[in-house]
């Protein structure tokens, strides 16, 4: 029971590259998240997914896409990189009544 | 938008020193949530408060919800190298994903 997953741990791209940071759960929760996590910024939360084929906007969503193709995984695009999208990516889901949330190991990206 | 203060942002201590963090924002919350992140992980939940002066312990640490539910604070007795990390507040602020907000945090690191 892996709980979530997400890959890569780390990335390294330059400005204007390209990629999608994956996120996957074996919970079988309905609600997931993506976050970043910035030096004395805390988490802010960039979509939110309430359930599979849903999404919504969260505080910082430009300059990414997410898409929530089945229950499982939760994808996060990165179009066109930029230098200020260098940050810690979490994944998360929601567990329960109680709002808690389990959060994944995180990918470090920069960007160049 | 409501602001939400964790103090101190950092605080580094003596092994069995007593330490105190805090929580604080001009609004009302229906409940909040306190998470410990360690180095290179995600944050995991530590405890969830709920009542307007609700005091939870956890082993030596001490969660109170102010009476107002407005503030809380995170009380830790005789600190030890493993409470070291980063101690995130967030209070639950509704939506249809029933998202959190997350704090800054308080950097802890405690010295053997």
């Known amino acids: 029971n892996a709980g979530v997953t997400q890959t890569p741990k780390f990335q390294v791209l330059k400005t204007g590259q390209s990629m999608t940071l994956q996120c996957a759960q074996d919970?079988?929760?309905?609600?997931m998240y993506w976050y970043r996590q910035d030096p004395g910024m805390g988490l802010r939360l960039i979509y939110y997914?309430?359930?599979?084929?849903?999404?919504d906007k969260g505080e910082v969503p430009n300059g990414y896409n997410v898409s929530r193709l089945n229950k499982r995984e939760f994808s996060l695009r990165l179009e066109s990189a930029a230098p200020s999208q260098t940050s810690v990516y979490f994944c998360a889901i929601r567990i329960g009544s109680t709002d808690t949330q389990y959060f994944g190991p995180g990918t470090r990206l920069t960007v160049l | 938008t409501q602001l939400l203060e964790q103090s101190p942002q950092f605080l580094s201590i003596q092994e069995g020193e007593n330490l105190t963090v805090y929580c604080n924002s001009s609004?009302?919350?229906?409940?909040l949530q306190w998470y410990r992140q360690e180095p290179g992980e995600g944050p995991v939940l530590l405890v969830t408060v709920v009542t307007g002066g609700e005091v939870k312990k956890l082993k030596r640490l001490t969660f109170q919800f102010g009476d107002a539910r407005k503030d809380s604070s995170l009380h830790i007795t005789a600190a030890q190298p493993g409470d070291t990390g980063l101690y995130l507040c967030?209070?639950?602020?509704?939506?249809?994903?029933?998202?959190?907000?997350f704090g800054s945090g308080t950097q802890l690191t405690v010295l053997p």
């Open positions: 967030a209070p639950k602020t509704g939506g249809s994903a029933r998202q959190l907000t």
């Open positions: 919970m079988n929760h309905n609600s």
């Open positions: 609004s009302v919350f229906s409940s």
């Open positions: 997914s309430a359930s599979e084929g849903t999404t």
